[in-house]
């Protein structure tokens, strides 16, 4: 006996990075197609959310998708994340999507303080899966169903951002609200790894998932299902091997001005605003504002962005500073003979936004470099095409930290500490010193 699987007259393949359509329209759209199987040349529809991903039995599937959705016993779990409404304050629901280095970071479906957070459904299907996706046995970890990521950023649009499976669980203690009505509640923060897609020329076949939910109807589309299923899952569900079917975006490229400062009017672009106000009023210079107060922000940025392996130093005298800024340590490896200790010089420049970073700017940090060394520049504005051309040509060891990261990084850390902005900031020490930047690795 033979089986028939429909095919469609069009590519439902997804791309990271694209959005799809999910407004009136688009639902409206994808009902007349799936009565028709049809779409003429001229279509827009193929970034039509509903056609790409519910063409076949479509009909159902056209109300509202949000948070952790389970369309079909073994098809596939889609996380749709909204980001488009973000406050000021840092939100308990901001998800991080980090798709080019391998990691997806969200945030549960639990927000009730009187509720265990293993109990909600959409918390309760990502807990199955976690314990199946890490079954040491092939067998079991095939029973795993694939999990979509998607992004809401403004109205009647979603980004595909790939898929993949949970690589860890942690449970967090969050809140809603301020003041008296602050509530503070437990959930699962999911870390999810990203697969690779290069072997399918970076696009996710959607006729994958449609099988799989014919398959659960019938064992017989079984075969069919795993000949659509892309190379690195069947390579995973065979060794369970994580970081060798991880995405990673090789090589290293410019940004544009845009990619390096919040989107304006965004919960982040305001941080940065106050951000820069703030130390605005420490400097009466019409050039650049607050230098000397803002280094102590900077190398606090600068050692969260590095981590536990970063050990703290100092902020410069501001005077015969030597081209550098403040001074911090990276250690690598276990204490003794075993760790290696790593001067990171550091330069801080707060500009306006439309204030750009050049070269020059960068040339004087960098040349102040040892080897062995690395340097760090932090700025609320941006840096220029050039000077990041020079620093990958020159493949200078420097971390450049825009005024996007700066706000992401401070909002991030305000929340975690319960604390607003202007406490925040008036906490920073102002301290400085005169000391040598060697002087730190002579530090326990």
């Known amino acids: 006996m033979s089986y028939y699987f429909t095919p469609y007259l069009f590519d439902m393949v997804l791309h990271i990075g694209v959005s799809y359509k999910t407004g009136p329209q688009a639902k409206k759209e994808a009902q007349e197609i799936s009565d028709t199987y049809y779409i003429s040349e001229d279509d827009d529809s193929s970034k039509n959310y509903f056609i790409e991903t519910h063409l076949k039995d479509g009909k159902k599937n056209y109300f509202n998708q949000a948070g952790i959705f389970k ?15 973000r406050g000021i304050n840092y939100n308990p629901w901001e998800d991080e999507f980090n798709e080019d280095v391998g990691y997806i970071n969200y945030y549960g479906d639990n927000k009730r303080p009187d509720t265990d957070p293993a109990t909600t459904r959409g918390n309760k299907y990502l807990l199955d899966q976690f314990k199946i996706s890490h079954d040491p046995n092939p067998e079991v970890r095939a029973t795993a169903v694939p999990i979509v990521f998607f992004e809401t950023r403004k109205q009647g649009e979603r980004i595909f951002h790939g898929y993949g499976v949970i690589k860890n669980v942690k449970l967090v203690t969050q809140y809603t609200g301020s003041g008296a009505d602050k509530a503070y509640f437990s959930n699962y923060l999911f870390t999810f790894c990203v697969f690779s897609m290069k072997k399918e020329q970076e696009g996710f076949d959607w006729s994958w998932i449609e099988a799989r939910k014919q398959a659960a109807k019938d064992k017989n589309f079984l075969s069919l299902a ?23 975006v090789y090589g290293r490229s410019t940004s544009k001005k845009e990619e390096q400062l919040p989107t304006p009017g965004s919960a982040d672009d305001k941080i940065l605003n106050q951000i820069y106000e703030y130390y605005r009023k420490k400097d009466n210079s019409k050039a650049h504002s607050g230098d000397f107060e803002f280094e102590g922000l900077a190398k606090e940025i600068t050692r969260l962005i590095i981590g536990d392996a970063c050990h703290d130093g100092w902020v410069t005298k501001s005077s015969g500073d030597g081209g550098y800024d403040f001074v911090l340590r990276v250690d690598i490896g276990t204490k003794g003979i075993s760790q290696v200790r790593q001067v990171v010089l550091g330069q801080a420049k707060c500009y306006r936004r439309d204030q750009r970073i050049t070269g020059e700017a960068v040339d004087r940090v960098v040349a102040r470099l040892k080897r062995g060394w690395i340097a760090a520049f932090v700025t609320t504005s941006f840096f220029s095409d050039p000077a990041q051309r020079e620093i990958l040509e020159d493949d200078y060891p420097i971390m450049l930290i825009s005024g996007k990261q700066v706000a992401q990084t401070v909002r991030k850390y305000i929340y975690e500490k319960n604390i607003t902005l202007q406490e925040y900031l008036d906490s920073l020490s102002r301290d400085q010193s005169f000391k040598s930047p060697e002087d730190i690795l002579k530090e326990e």
């Open 71 to 85: 369309p079909a016993e073994n098809e596939c779990i889609i996380i749709s994340s909204n980001t488009k409404s």
């Open 226 to 248: 795993n000949a659509l299923a892309p190379k690195e899952w069947k390579f995973w569900i065979r060794t369970g091997d994580l970081e060798k079917v991880r995405r990673k």
